[in-house]
């Protein structure tokens, strides 16, 4: 009998009122990992009116408790980084070296949180009249609608929760139905801590029977969304209409320019690593190299030996190097590509097929795949395959592979291999994404950065790093007269 999961509303673990469950695969075996609720509106509804519920008394408690009990959650995460790494490639399907960082960034986002509840600074200014004292501060905006992806289950969550929390917010949370076990584990480990009931609620199920409820929820003020940007836009869309607050992170098509003095060997380390990691399904992904024509050749051919060498199967096994695509659906998507890529004149130089047989029989594997003859514009240069696979560009100049890096619809990431400070500082200016690397692949962004992109990517909002309160919290201005007399601000002071 598989094992069965509860939805935890109001600090109880209860299923799907309808009693429906959907059980969660392992992409690479098709092991039947355990049965989680398939929940609908009703479940929302409680989840809601849980969070509603402990809202007072959670924003009442003070900010550096809080805190602390955000720091006691990541001292816990820490102890238990294996046993959740191992489950989060269970059911993602990542190797093992990169769900252990997947851990490690919520335990490195906990103890930044906890950090802020002594913190959360206000501003304090001068009044324009005499003994009146003015400042604004940082309060809690009410209940807060977190929906995320499968492909950082553990980390992505966090960096909403954990700020929502901190900020004296309630969340109402559904994780991805891809990677429900890893949500889980985050209202246990919550519990665990002692945080008080209703404050984190999480619902598991889809996204038209969970996902949509929670935008629409009257009860809900806040929407923090990552996923695609079909869904992104549908949320904002809703959300404006509702008066919520819509905070969105998206695709990426993130370039890497290789300039004619880069350290080859280095670059094509990054490039296999940023492509091919985590099976390309990062919307930090490494998905355009943009080279120099002086060295295509030669990075081509390194990148591609690389490629071969990849290991591919399940990342629970440490001699792997890259682990199964999510599911059947994102498979087929990502080997149509490869008609597109040749229909647009494209060559496949490395892979582009799935991988099936022996050691893939049961899973979804597709091999690393290198396509070469890429121009800009086209579809496989433009459009997020969310995939092991890589374009290559060829340039002439900084200017062009400049222009070619922006040209896309998103700006998450972008990095430049060069050894001239000048072409670095300028390609730091001019790279137009939210985040920049020189010398450094497009991924591995640190949680004490602000996270997020332009265009496509996302709607102005940046998640975690010093910005990480500015989605879940509202600036109060607050004026203290003790003049004792009917001071008018402007109108007596003209
Ligand atoms: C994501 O792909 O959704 O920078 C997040 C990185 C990771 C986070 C990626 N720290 O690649």
């Known amino acids: 009998m598989a094992e069965k999961f509860l939805n935890y509303i109001g600090g109880q673990w209860v299923p799907a009122k309808s009693g429906k469950t959907r059980t969660n695969i392992n992409p690479a075996t098709g092991e039947h990992l355990g049965d989680f609720p398939d929940s609908g509106a009703e479940d929302v509804a409680a989840a809601v009116s849980a969070a509603r519920a402990a809202f007072d008394a959670w924003r009442l408690t003070p900010a550096p408790k809080r805190g602390e009990l955000l720091y006691r959650l990541g001292a816990l995460i820490a102890s238990k980084k294996e046993a959740l790494a191992k489950d989060a490639t269970r059911e993602m399907g990542k190797i093992l070296i990169e769900t252990r960082g997947d851990v490690q960034e919520g335990v490195d986002m906990a103890y930044l949180a906890a950090g802020e509840g002594r913190r959360m600074y206000g501003v304090t200014t001068p009044s324009e009249m005499p003994n009146k004292w003015a400042m604004s501060v940082r309060v809690p905006v009410g209940v807060v609608g977190v929906i995320t992806a499968w492909n950082f289950p553990f980390a992505v969550p966090t960096w909403k929760i954990f700020p929502a929390l901190l900020a004296g917010n309630t969340v109402v949370f559904k994780p991805s139905e891809e990677t429900p076990k890893m949500g889980w584990h985050l209202a246990k480990l919550l519990e665990e801590v002692g945080l008080p009931p209703g404050v984190l609620n999480v619902v598991h199920g889809d996204g038209p029977n969970v996902g949509w409820p929670i935008v629409q929820a009257p009860g809900i003020d806040v929407l923090s969304f990552t996923g695609s940007n079909g869904v992104g836009a549908k949320i904002a869309e809703e959300g404006a ?56 050749d030669q990075l081509v051919a390194a990148v591609i030996e690389r490629a071969k060498k990849v290991k591919v199967g399940d990342g629970l096994d440490e001699s792997v190097n890259m682990g199964p695509v999510i599911n059947a659906r994102q498979l087929e998507k990502i080997h149509a590509y490869m008609s597109v890529a040749t229909g647009e004149g494209v060559s496949i130089a490395e892979g582009g097929q799935p991988l099936t047989g022996g050691a893939h029989a049961k899973g979804n594997f597709f091999a690393p795949t290198v396509f070469t003859g890429v121009t800009p514009k086209m579809r496989v240069a433009q459009e997020e395959i969310f995939g092991p696979v890589v374009s290559f560009i060829k340039v002439k100049s900084l200017a062009e592979a400049v222009a070619v890096n922006n040209d896309i619809p998103f700006g998450l990431s972008s990095s430049i291999f060069t050894r001239d400070v000048n072409t670095a500082f300028a390609a730091m200016r001019d790279l137009s994404s939210g985040i920049v690397y020189v010398n450094h692949g497009t991924t591995g962004a640190e949680t004490h950065l602000p996270f997020g992109g332009v265009r496509g990517t996302g709607n102005g909002h940046r998640e975690a790093g010093h910005t990480m309160l500015d989605a879940f919290t509202e600036w109060k201005s607050i004026y203290v007269d003790f003049s004792g007399t009917l001071q008018r601000a402007q109108i007596d002071n003209s």
Do not use: Y
Request: with cysteine; proline share 2%; glycine share 12%.
């Open 241 to 296: 209409r509702l008066g919520k607050r819509v905070s969105l992170e998206m695709g990426g098509k993130n370039g890497v320019i290789v300039m004619d003095d880069a350290d080859l060997p280095l670059a094509a380390d990054a490039v296999a690593w940023g492509a091919f990691g985590t099976t390309g399904q990062r919307c930090t992904a490494t998905s355009r190299v943009i080279v120099h024509e002086r060295i295509h």
